[in-house]
């Protein structure tokens, strides 16, 4: 059972970086093709923490909580099919830390000209547009 939990928080897990890689593109795209929802400021707000809680993590040296909770319910139990080895090959870089540091400090910088560039709608009141 314990493994069936581990795919679900797995597959939340990939959304999430799905989320966040697949946006750093889409906002700029969205932006310029008059994408209304890309100027969302909810969703731009969530995209930017996302990656500010991810530089921090990397900048202490912890680990994510998902991870950990996988990791946790798989019990050290190899990954035994090949959905899942494939979202862990796409996810999961063997790569020093410093090089995280610098991925994520560049992603960070990244949204943070997009937020001027490609400013988010603070006017409106409405939640999705």
Known sequence: MNILFSEIV????????????????LIPIGYYQ???????RYY???HII???????ETILGF?????????FLRNDTKVNNKFSEILHLIMYWDLPSYQFIILYLLSLLYLILLWFFCKPDFKKNKFLQ
């Not at 994408?35 to 969302?40: G, S």
């Not at 996302?50 to 921090?56: A, E, P, T």
């Open 10 to 25: 797995l597959l939340l897990h990939f959304c999430i970086f799905l989320f966040v890689i697949i946006s750093f593109f």
């Open 34 to 40: 008059k994408w209304k929802w890309v100027e969302n």
């Open 44 to 46: 731009r707000s969530i």
């Open 50 to 56: 996302l990656m500010g809680i991810i530089f921090i």
């Open 63 to 71: 680990m994510c909580p998902l991870t950990i909770l996988e990791n």
